[in-house]
């Protein structure tokens, strides 16, 4: 009878495996949206320095594009920001989270197996048990019993497997794992971003500090040029040639452009403090010695805007995100159907020595299951209706991640254009003011012109001279804007793989397995 139980289970277990292994998986299959994206860039117009090429030759330097920047400072600054950056180490931990969990979700679709292993020692008291009966008779003929009490101490055990499997015929457990997956692969893309994100900061940081260290420079220039017209102005007011007010405006006017040389020194402090913080160190630990802003714009090689689909880490994510939402209908989904379960159980007890071949003491059983809920006010349709808004919405998401990234390019593009002409232009302001003080300056010691006609074209051009360097400034940090547009460099095929998340095995501790993560 056993044989034949044991027979029939076989041949169960043999017909539901090809219907577990190629079971169907309930919900729709992922299929992309098409985003909505221009052929080319409106503000795409070839300046100086700039240049557009094919989408295959679209690159920028992978993983390092600061370097376009040929600053050793800056490169040794931005190789720190991956290793040490407080919040980037965050993004890593979500991301080897994310892939932890796929193997949490991924163990639902093995057996759970089991085993206990019991022992019990039981003392029977004297008085408890009757081993046998004495007959007393008395010597006036009567009689009497008596009984002889016992002690007896039993030893009994139990041990046994028992198993228990949960069959995904519909694929529910497989739409988890497949939402889990790409949640790992968005994980890895925020990660990107975020690293993205702070490179671009630092380097922007950089260039605001670079730019007060320039701007400090030029003042400083200044004032060395207003000390020498001080010091010529003094030596007429000694001689009687020039009056006290003349004097006190030269003074004036010294003392003004010193203090916002000086003044610099405020934003530039801050500004270091910020790139340390960036590189994860404690502003005390750092300093940056002394620069210039960079003169040359690099040329950054621009692509058609269908690349950044693949370029952008933030589209990647969504793009990612929009995957497992779909999976998650799916998994709603297989809550119609009904749950099959196999359970199974072997066990042995009594005495270890003298029931030890007893056939009777052992004990198995085999069996199956399945569930339905068949009631349950709806819970299960507003599920699904659920999972499909949640889909929706990030489909909705993702095609604005798109349209914003698109118009970041087309704002530094202009922004750089633009610029690029207003350069030019202000160059020759700057040209023409420096002029203007050389002339001034001129008719002044000639005796034409009084000081103060001096001091006004020395001003108009110490504001041309700053108005040139915001300029320079703005477009430096514009193309670093437009590095960070274009996805500085990633492409989504760094992202990793899903079958490369998948390779654990179920059936050794994490300890001993190589970490992938």
Avoid at 185 to 214: E, I
Avoid at 273 to 281: D, P, S, Y
Avoid at 398 to 406: E, G, N, S
Wanted: aromatic share 8%; glycine share 6%; with cysteine.
């Amino acid at each position: 009878m056993p044989s034949s139980r044991s027979s029939r289970s076989r041949n169960l277990f043999f017909l539901l495996a090809p219907v577990l292994l190629a079971g169907c998986m309930v919900g729709p299959d992922y299929k992309a949206p098409t985003p909505i994206i221009a052929p080319g860039f409106k503000e795409l117009r070839p300046a100086a320095g700039w240049s557009y090429t094919a989408p295959h030759m679209a690159s920028l330097p992978k993983g390092t594009w600061w370097t376009l920047y040929n600053d050793p400072v800056l490169n040794s600054l931005e190789a720190q920001v991956d290793i040490n950056n407080q919040n980037i180490i965050q993004y890593e931990a979500r991301y080897r989270n994310a892939r932890a969990t796929i193997n949490a979700v991924r163990a639902q679709l093995y057996p759970t197996l089991s085993g206990a292993l019991s022992f019990n020692r039981q003392s029977s008291g004297r008085g408890s048990r009757s081993s046998g009966t004495i007959i007393n008779y008395g010597s006036d003929g009567s009689s009497s019993t008596s009984s002889t009490p016992s002690n007896t101490t039993e030893n009994t055990y139990a041990m046994g497997p028992t198993a228990s499997w949960d069959l995904d015929l519909w694929g529910k457990i497989r739409r988890q794992i497949q939402a889990q997956v790409t949640e790992a692969q968005a994980s890895a893309a925020d990660l990107a971003n975020a690293r993205l994100s702070y490179q671009a900061q630092l380097a922007t940081a950089y260039f605001n500090l670079r730019y007060q260290d320039s701007l400090h420079d030029l003042l400083t220039k200044n004032v060395a040029f207003y000390e020498r017209s001080y010091q010529i102005t003094k030596n007429q007011y000694d001689a009687g040639t020039a009056d006290p007010t003349t004097l006190l405006q030269a003074r004036t006017q010294l003392e003004q452009t010193r203090a916002q040389a000086t003044a610099t020194g405020i934003a530039r402090a801050q500004y270091e403090h910020a790139i340390a913080v960036l590189v994860g160190k404690a502003p005390a630990d750092l300093s940056i010695p002394h620069g210039a802003l960079p003169r040359a714009i690099p040329a950054i090689p621009v692509m058609v805007p269908a690349t950044l689909l693949q370029r952008r880490p933030d589209i990647a994510a969504a793009e990612r995100r929009m995957e497992e939402y779909n999976a998650q209908i799916g998994a709603a989904m297989a809550a119609f159907y009904p749950d099959v379960k196999l359970t199974a159980s072997y066990s042995y007890s009594g005495d270890p020595v003298g029931a030890l071949v007893q056939v009777a003491n052992r004990i198995w059983s085999l069996g199956a299951s399945a569930t339905e809920t068949l009631f349950e006010g709806g819970a299960r349709t507003a599920a699904v209706r659920e999972a499909d808004t949640n889909y929706d919405a990030y489909v909705a998401t993702y095609r604005q991640t798109v349209l914003t990234a698109l118009q970041g390019v087309e704002d530094q593009l202009s922004n750089l254009r633009i610029l690029a002409d207003q350069a030019d232009q202000q160059h020759v302001a700057l040209e023409a003011a420096n002029k203007a003080v050389t002339v001034a300056f001129n008719q002044y010691m000639a005796g034409t012109q009084i000081y103060t006609t001096v001091i006004t074209a020395e001003v108009t051009a110490l504001s041309n001279a700053q108005t040139a360097l915001q300029i320079q400034q703005s477009r430096i940090l514009d193309s670093v804007s437009l590095v960070e547009a274009l996805g500085g460099g990633w492409d989504a095929s760094e992202l990793p793989s899903k079958g490369s998340m998948q390779t654990d095995n179920p059936f050794l501790p994490s300890f001993i397995q190589k970490n992938k993560n």
